[in-house]
Structures are given as C-alpha cells and as structure tokens.
Nanobody, 115 residues
Framework: QVQLVESGGGLVQPGGSLRLSCAAP????????MGWYRQAPGKRRELVAT???????NYADSVKGRFTISRDNAKNTVYLQMNSLKPEDTAVYYC?????????WGQGTQVTVSS
C-alpha cells in the first residue's frame, strides 16, 4: 500500500487562491500519471486535472484557465494551483497516482470557497 500525503486545503473567499500538494514516498519508483479529483456533497467524484510523467496535462473544462497542475518528479509530488476560486469549487479534493498502472488515492483535503 502506498500512502499519499495531501496538504493545502482550507477556507477561502471567492476569487481567492489555494495550492494543494500531494506527496508519494520518496522510495517509490515508476510513477506514471498523477492527478487531482474532487467530490462535492451529493455528487460523484470528478476529474479536475492530470499530468503525465512527461508533463502533458489535461483539465476539466470547468477549471481551465484557473487551475494549474504541476509535478516535481524528484520529490514524487504533484501540485494543484487554484486561482479565481468559485463557490462551486467547494469539494473534497483527492490526489490519484498511477504506479505504473495501479492507482492509489490520497486521504482527501477539504476546499471550501465561501464569503
């Protein structure tokens, strides 16, 4: 079992910014795609963004132009920079990592956008 450690969630006002981080153990090799998903109350978990080990990115239409996913392969860490946050971005955010084809989930971090 691979334990992913997430951090960076919290309460922010509309228009504000947050940065999420998710770290896999440094001893892990062969990490493939890293990504972020979110689940709002009463809704299904949905993809937010993914990034390949080569740096190719993919975003949900609802976050394009506002969120940026990045990764530091030396630290086995993926980041999600979230700008211009909206109330509808409120959700529990989960990171997901493929090693190399087995998927692992983080514990989730709450993001609340409210005035």
């Amino acid at each position: 079992q691979v334990q992913l450690v997430e951090s960076g969630g919290g309460l922010v006002q509309p228009g504000g910014s947050l940065r999420l981080s998710c770290a896999a153990p440094g001893s892990i090799f062969g990490i493939n795609v890293m990504g972020w998903y979110r689940q709002a109350p009463g809704k299904r978990r949905e993809l937010v963004a993914t990034i390949s080990n080569g740096g190719s990115t993919n975003y949900a239409d609802s976050v394009k132009g506002r969120f940026t996913i990045s990764r530091d392969n030396a630290k086995n860490t993926v980041y999600l920079q979230m700008n211009s946050l909206k109330p509808e971005d409120t959700a529990v955010y989960y990171c997901n990592v493929l090693i190399p084809s087995m998927g692992y989930w983080g514990q989730g971090t709450q993001v609340t956008v409210s005035s």
